[in-house]
């Protein structure tokens, strides 16, 4: 079983930057494909982005795509999420998650077996 612990959460202006980190501990990462998901008050959670298991493969939500960027570093155990241009909307409790199996990357939060606690970003305007 893998744990997750998310970092670099905090508030920023909009159009500013940030970089989320999720360590990975327990288990190699590279066992696992890995995903960010977010979720702000009153709303569903939702598919940010995704990682293959080496990092050759990556997919986006639209609404962050050319905005945000996955990568990983196995090495580490690390996951990373830059985060560039932010916006309002882009406020939301952020968490990764580590998902076994082999195949399309998955973008539904059910499909994921591990997560981590969160961390908040907040966008101000």
């Known amino acids: 079983q893998v744990q997750l612990v998310e970092s670099g959460g905090g508030l920023v202006q909009t159009g500013g930057s940030l970089r989320l980190s999720c360590a990975a501990s327990?288990?190699?990462?590279?066992?696992?494909?890995m995903g960010w998901f977010r979720q702000a008050p009153g709303k569903e959670r939702e598919f940010v982005a995704a990682?293959?298991?080496?990092?050759?493969?990556?997919s986006y939500a639209d609404s962050v795509k050319d905005r945000f960027t996955i990568s990983r570093d196995n090495a580490k155990n690390t996951v990373y999420l830059q985060m560039n241009n932010l916006k309002p909307e882009d406020t939301a409790a952020y968490s990764c998650?580590?998902?076994?199996?082999?195949?399309?990357?998955?973008?539904?939060?059910?499909?994921?077996?591990?997560w981590g606690q969160g961390t908040q970003v907040t966008v101000s305007s």
């Open positions: 990682i293959s298991r080496y990092g050759s493969i990556t």
């Open positions: 327990g288990r190699t990462l590279s066992n696992y494909v």
């Open positions: 998650a580590a998902d076994t199996m082999v195949g399309i990357l998955p973008t539904t939060w059910s499909e994921y077996d591990y």
